[in-house]
C-alpha cells in the first residue's frame, strides 16, 4: 500500500492561486492513478480531480473545470493540483487518494484504495 502525504494547503484570498503537492513512497507511484478529494464542513468528501497512471486520462468534477489542473511527476513521485480563481466554496480540506484500478472504475467510485491525511484550504478575504 502506498503511504501519501499532502501539502501546501493554506489561506488564500478569493481569486488567488494554490499548488497542492502529494507525496508517495512505499510502492511503485506509476501503477496508481491519483486522486483529489475535498471536504467542507457538514458535507461528503467529494471526487474533485484524477489522472491515470500514465497522465494520458484526467477527470474533473464539473465546479473546478477550467481552474483546476492535476498533474504528476512520476519521477518525484508525487501529484499535484494546481487551484486557480480559487472561490470561498472551494474551502475544504484536501485528500490525495492512489488506487491500482483502471481508470475509468476509480472516477466512478469515492471508494480508492489509500488516502492521505488531509491539507486546509481556505479561501476567504
Known amino acids: 500500500q502506498v503511504h501519501l502525504v499532502e501539502s501546501g494547503g493554506r489561506l488564500v484570498q478569493p481569486g488567488g492561486s494554490l499548488r497542492l503537492s502529494c507525496a508517495a513512497s512505499?510502492?511503485?507511484?506509476?501503477?496508481?492513478?491519483m486522486g483529489w478529494f475535498r471536504q467542507a464542513p457538514g458535507k461528503e468528501r467529494a471526487h474533485v480531480a484524477a489522472i491515470s497512471w500514465n497522465g494520458d486520462e484526467t477527470y474533473y468534477t464539473d465546479s473546478v473545470k477550467g481552474r483546476f489542473s492535476i498533474s504528476r511527476d512520476d519521477t518525484e513521485n508525487t501529484v499535484y493540483l494546481q487551484m486557480n480563481s480559487l472561490k470561498p466554496e472551494d474551502t475544504a480540506v484536501y485528500y490525495c487518494?492512489?488506487?491500482?484500478?483502471?481508470?475509468?472504475?476509480?472516477?466512478?467510485?469515492?471508494?480508492?484504495?489509500?488516502w492521505g491525511q488531509g491539507t486546509q484550504v481556505t479561501v476567504s478575504s
Open positions: 512505499g510502492s511503485i507511484f506509476s501503477n496508481y492513478a
Open positions: 487518494a492512489a488506487d491500482t484500478h483502471p481508470f475509468w472504475v476509480v472516477v466512478s467510485t469515492k471508494n480508492w484504495e489509500s
